[in-house]
C-alpha cells in the first residue's frame, strides 16, 4: 500500500516534476532516440532503427572533433584555474570594504552581454586591433602580428568567458577555510609556501574540482566564441552540432553528436563527484553543485 | 616582507580587472570612431547610433527580445517562488529531486539543450516563436530564481512561522502575509537576473527563433559573422548600457531591503 500521507505531502511538487519531465526529460529521451533513426535523401526523418550514426561518429575526422573539444575544454579549465586561483585566494584576504568591490568585478562580467565580451578580443586583437595599433605605434613591431581565427584565440576567449565562474568557486571555498589550522601551521614552524601547499591548497580541492565542471561544461558548447574569433577552421563539437542542424539538415547524426556531448559531461560529474566525496568525507552536501 | 606580499598582490589582482575590462572597454570606445575601420582613430561621432534607430530589423529584433524577456522573467518568477515555497513542505527525498531537476538544464550544454529541444518542439509541430522561446528561455531562468528564493528561505526565521501556526493561521495565509514578503527582495532581484539572461542568450535562441521573430543576440551574431563595423560596437554599447541600469535597479532593490532589515533588528 501506498503511503497515502506522504503522498498528500509530496502531492504540491506534481506540476514541477510534469513541468521538467515534459521539457527537459522528454527531449532529451527524444534525442537518444533519434540519434538510432535514420533520414532519406531529402534529410527527412524515418523511422528505422540503425547504428550508422554512432558509426560515423568513430570516423576519423569526427574523432578529431572530440578530441579537439577535450583540448579545448580541458585546456580552458586549466588555464582558468591558474590565473583564477590566486585572483580568489587575494580576494578572500582583501579587507571587507575592498573585497565587497573585488567580488563585484568579478561578478559584473556574468550580467554583460556574452557577444560584446567576444567581440571585445576582435577589436583587440584583429589585424588593424587596438594590440596592433599600439604597437605598430610605439614602433615594436612593422608588420600587424595575426593574432586572430588560431586555436588560441579561441582559448583566450572561452577562459575570458568562463573565468568568473572558476574564480567564485575557488573563492567560495578559500573563503570557508579554518583560519586557525593556517595559524596552526605558523606556529609550528611550516613556512608560507609550505603551509599554502600542505594545508590551503588540499582543503580547497572541492572548490577547484566545482570550477572545473563549471568552466568544462560550457565550454564544450559555446559555439559562438570559435565562430567568431576562430572562423571557422578550428571544427568543435558545438559548431559541428549547430551547422548539422542549421546547414546540414542531418538530425540524427547532430543527435548522436549531443548524446556524445552529454555523455562528456556526465564523466566530468561523475569525476566530481568522487573527488569531492574523497575530500570531505560525503558531508559536504551544500557542495555547489 | 609583508609590504611586499601587499604589493605583489595588488598588482595581481589590478592587472587581472584591468585585462578583464579592457575588451569590454575596448568595444565602448570604437562605438564613437569616425573611422569605419579600428585602423584609426579619426574623431567622435555619434553618426553610429543615428544608424541604429533607423536600422529596421534591429529595431524589430530588439522588440522581440524585449517582449520574450519580460514574459520569461514574470513566467520564472512565478514557477521558480512556487517551487522554492511547495519544497518546504513536500518530504526531503522529494526536496532532493526537485532540487537535483533544478540543476539538469544547468548541467546539460546549451547546445544539446536547445537541440533537443529543437527537435523535440518540431516534432509537436509546435510553431517557432514567442512561445518556443519563453519556454526555453524559462527552462535555465527558472533554477536560478528557485535557487535564489530558496537561500532566502533558508534564513528565515523558522519560530515565525510556528508563532503563526500556533496562532491558528492557515498554510495559504503564512505563505501570502509571512513567506511572500519576506522573499520578495529575493525574487525581484532574480527576476531581473532572469531579464538580463534572456536578453543575452544566443545559444538556443538560435534553435527557437522562428522566421518572423529573431532575437536581437541573434541578430548581432549574424552582424558579428559578417565583420567588424562601428555599427555593432554602438549597438552592444547600448545593450551594455541597458544591463547597467538593469543592475542600477535591482542594488536599490537589495540595498532598500537590507536598510529594511537594519531598522527592524534596531
Known amino acids: 500500500m501506498v503511503d497515502m500521507k506522504k503522498f498528500k505531502q509530496n502531492a504540491p511538487a506534481i506540476p514541477i516534476l510534469v513541468w521538467f519531465g515534459i521539457l527537459v526529460g522528454i527531449p532529451l529521451i527524444f534525442v537518444v532516440i533519434l540519434s538510432f533513426l535514420s533520414r532519406d535523401e531529402l534529410g527527412n526523418i524515418v523511422v528505422r532503427f540503425t547504428l550508422d550514426n554512432y558509426k560515423r561518429i568513430f570516423d576519423p575526422i569526427y574523432i578529431k572533433v572530440f578530441i579537439n573539444s577535450l583540448f579545448l575544454a580541458t585546456l580552458t579549465s586549466f588555464i582558468t584555474m591558474i590565473i583564477g586561483y590566486p585572483v580568489a585566494y587575494f580576494t578572500a584576504n582583501l579587507e571587507k570594504k575592498k573585497k565587497a568591490l573585488a567580488i563585484l568585478l568579478i561578478m559584473l562580467p556574468f550580467w554583460i552581454s556574452s557577444l560584446l565580451r567576444t567581440y571585445g578580443w576582435i577589436i583587440l586583437l584583429g589585424n588593424t586591433g587596438l594590440v596592433n595599433n599600439l604597437l605598430i605605434g610605439f614602433n615594436i613591431i612593422d ?21 568568473p565562474f572558476m574564480i567564485i568557486a575557488i573563492y567560495n571555498s578559500v573563503d570557508k577555510l579554518d583560519r586557525s589550522l593556517l595559524e596552526a601551521s605558523y606556529d609550528l614552524g611550516a613556512g608560507k609556501w609550505k603551509t599554502f601547499f600542505k594545508i590551503t591548497l588540499p582543503l580547497t580541492i572541492p572548490g577547484i574540482a566545482g570550477g572545473f565542471t563549471l568552466v568544462f561544461i560550457p565550454s564544450l558548447g ?12 578550428n ?13 546540414g539538415r542531418n538530425k540524427p547524426l547532430a543527435a548522436a553528436f549531443s548524446v556524445g556531448m552529454i555523455i562528456m559531461v556526465l564523466i566530468v560529474l561523475f569525476i566530481y563527484s568522487r573527488l569531492v566525496k574523497r575530500n570531505t568525507g560525503g558531508a559536504d552536501e551544500n557542495s555547489i553543485i | 616582507m609583508k609590504t611586499q606580499s601587499y604589493k605583489l598582490r595588488t598588482f595581481y589582482l589590478s592587472l587581472f580587472f584591468v585585462i578583464l575590462y579592457v575588451p569590454i572597454l575596448s568595444v565602448v570606445l ?9 585602423a584609426q582613430w579619426t574623431g567622435f561621432t555619434l553618426d553610429w547610433y543615428r544608424e541604429l534607430f533607423s536600422d529596421r530589423i534591429i529595431l524589430e529584433s530588439f522588440k522581440v527580445s524585449m517582449i520574450v ?117 529575493s525574487i525581484i532581484t532574480s527576476s531581473l537576473l532572469s531579464l538580463a539572461m534572456s536578453l543575452d542568450d544566443v545559444v538556443i535562441s538560435t534553435y527557437m527563433s522562428g522566421p518572423t521573430s529573431t532575437t536581437l543576440p541573434v541578430h548581432v551574431f549574424s552582424m558579428m559573422r559578417v565583420g567588424v563595423t562601428p555599427k555593432v560596437n554602438a549597438l552592444c554599447t547600448l545593450i551594455l548600457l541597458g544591463t547597467f541600469f538593469i543592475i542600477g535597479i535591482s542594488e536599490v532593490f537589495s540595498k532598500k531591503n537590507s536598510k529594511k532589515e537594519e531598522e527592524e533588528v534596531d
Open chain 1, 143 to 163: 608588420k600587424p602580428l595575426s593574432m586572430m581565427y588560431k586555436f588560441s584565440t579561441i582559448l583566450t576567449g572561452t577562459a575570458y568567458m568562463l573565468i
Open chain 1, 222 to 233: 559555446l559555439f559562438f566564441i570559435s565562430d567568431l574569433l576562430g572562423g571557422g577552421k
Open chain 1, 235 to 247: 571544427i568543435f563539437l558545438g559548431n559541428l552540432i549547430n551547422s548539422l542542424i542549421t546547414k
Open chain 2, 30 to 38: 570604437y562605438s564613437f570612431n569616425k573611422n569605419p575601420s579600428t
Open chain 2, 69 to 185: 524577456a519580460i514574459l520569461t522573467s514574470i513566467f520564472s518568477a512565478i514557477l521558480g517562488t512556487a517551487s522554492a515555497i511547495i519544497a518546504i513542505y513536500v518530504t526531503k527525498k522529494m526536496e532532493k529531486a526537485i532540487n537535483g531537476l533544478m540543476l539538469l538544464p544547468l548541467l546539460v550544454p546549451e547546445v544539446a539543450l536547445g537541440v533537443s529541444l529543437l527537435l523535440f518542439f518540431s516534432s509537436m509541430r509546435l510553431p517557432f516563436g514567442y512561445m518556443t522561446l519563453v519556454l526555453s528561455h524559462s527552462l535555465f531562468c527558472v533554477p536560478y530564481v528557485y535557487i535564489m528564493v530558496q537561500l532566502r528561505l533558508k534564513e528565515i526565521d523558522n519560530s515565525i512561522i510556528e508563532a503563526a501556526k500556533d496562532l491558528g493561521a492557515a498554510r495559504w495565509q503564512i505563505i501570502k502575509t509571512i513567506i511572500l514578503p519576506l522573499v520578495f527582495p
